[in-house]
């Protein structure tokens, strides 16, 4: 059974192709190795429309359907998840001032968006505030027409790149009921009171993840998406398009794991045969594309379930589960296939293994996927 029309099997391969020749898997490999953002490579996507993907053309954008949207993410994602994030984690916030935004601010922000000119970061998380995510205690005070803004974010990832624009989930009303009292400001990344730091992670080393210390950032109250208390309506609301996006990237990452361990196995010869010769690397190439697929399904299923509007947390959670999950243990497999090759940078494969080991954390743990999953079944039955 094909679930894509001709138009979605056309764009997802046009997708991959401009990954091969218009990016490469060089380049990205050279901007991890360097821990720099990919400044080039987003100009280009930004250049050839790949940004106005599901923003409506009312704004300027190509509008499409989210399933459009995660083939994108799938070809974004063919050579590592940190380049699909440069795309993935502005269009969070683009979509949410789409959705959430007064007329100012979608005049503002999402033409220089789509234009590759201004990116968004999404601040959430905290020190003390990951999984728990609404137990923000960055404090913002309303003060002759300004939000003062005191406290410290962490994991705010590619804030520290070049005209960046963060969302940054505050507490606005320290009295208001925990989910209540939550705002959000748009805070470009100069504002004076900002000291934004890259950290020196394991993973998503070229767009970076930082930490951020405000003392006294000041931003007007214009700046502020939605209305006061609106935060985690915000936040939330596009949590869906946000798991499928990375879900799909880190299926089209996952079946290069699986391309890369079966072109060695066939390449490499050990006791006068290829490896692939041996039944065990043959049952461990299997079991890795069959993975692989089952992920892609769940993937597709959840887009459309989250177009079509119908409740689809549990479908959404399966997908990222299930997906992050096969990216981890196939590209543990592919290590173990390429043997003492796996270790060196120019074969990639320590990179996907890397970026993989992140899938299961970042956009809410599975240990949280798994509790979605449940209390839609038990709420169900
Ligand atoms: C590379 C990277 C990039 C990121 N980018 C961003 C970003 O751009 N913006 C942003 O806001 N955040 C970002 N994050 C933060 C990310 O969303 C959090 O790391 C994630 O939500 C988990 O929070 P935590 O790391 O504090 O872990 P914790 O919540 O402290 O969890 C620790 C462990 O306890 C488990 N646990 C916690 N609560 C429960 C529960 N109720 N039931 C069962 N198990 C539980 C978790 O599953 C995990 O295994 C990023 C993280 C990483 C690693």
Redesign the pocket.
């Known amino acids: 059974m094909n679930f894509l029309s001709p138009d979605q099997e056309l764009w997802r391969d046009s997708v991959s192709r401009f990954m091969d020749e218009r990016i490469t898997v060089e380049y990205i490999r050279r901007c991890d190795i360097e821990r720099s953002y990919p400044y080039e490579g987003y100009a280009k996507l930004a250049e050839a429309g790949f940004l106005r993907l599901l923003i409506p053309e009312e704004y300027g954008g190509s509008g499409g359907s989210v399933l459009d949207y995660a083939l994108m993410c799938e070809g974004l994602g063919k050579y590592g998840f940190d380049f699909a ?1 440069a795309v993935v ?1 502005p269009t969070f916030t683009a979509m949410n001032i789409v959705h959430f935004g007064n007329a100012e601010q979608c005049a503002t922000y999402l033409e220089p968006f789509m234009a590759g000119q201004r990116r968004f ?13 609404a137990a923000t205690r960055t404090r913002a005070r309303l003060s002759e027409g300004a939000y003062v803004i005191r406290g410290q ?7 520290a790149a070049r005209d960046v624009t963060i969302a940054m ?1 505050v507490r606005s009303d320290p009295d208001a009921a925990k989910h209540k009292g939550l705002s959000v400001l748009l805070v470009p990344n100069d504002t004076p009171g900002l000291d934004i730091r890259k ?1 020196p ?4 080393r070229a767009t970076g ?1 930082t930490e951020i210390f405000i003392d006294d950032a000041r931003v007007p109250e214009a700046n502020r998406l939605g209305a006061a208390g609106q935060g985690w309506e915000i936040i939330t609301s596009n949590l869906r398009l946000e798991r499928v996006a990375i879900s799909a990237a880190y299926v089209g990452n996952a079946q290069t794991v699986v391309d890369t361990a079966l072109r060695y196995a066939r390449e490499r010869q050990q006791f006068d045969r290829a490896i692939s010769e041996f039944q065990v690397i043959r049952h461990m190439l299997a079991d890795m594309q069959t993975r692989v697929d089952a992920a892609r399904l769940l993937v597709y299923r959840a887009a459309d379930a989250v177009a079509s509007g119908a409740a689809c947390e549990r479908e959404v959670a399966m997908a990222k589960l299930f997906a992050s999950e096969a990216l981890q243990d196939v590209s543990r497999n592919g290590m173990q296939i390429l043997g003492g090759h796996s270790m060196l940078p120019e074969a990639d494969m320590e990179r996907y293994f890397r970026e993989g080991m ?1 899938c299961t ?8 996927q ?2 979605i999953i449940a209390r839609a079944m038990l709420a169900s039955n």
């Open positions: 994030a984690v970061s999404i601040s959430i998380s905290e020190p003390s505030a990951g999984s728990d995510a974010k962490l994991w705010c990832s590619g804030a989930l950290l992670t394991l993973s998503r993840t992140q954390i970042g956009g809410g743990t599975s240990q949280i798994r509790t």
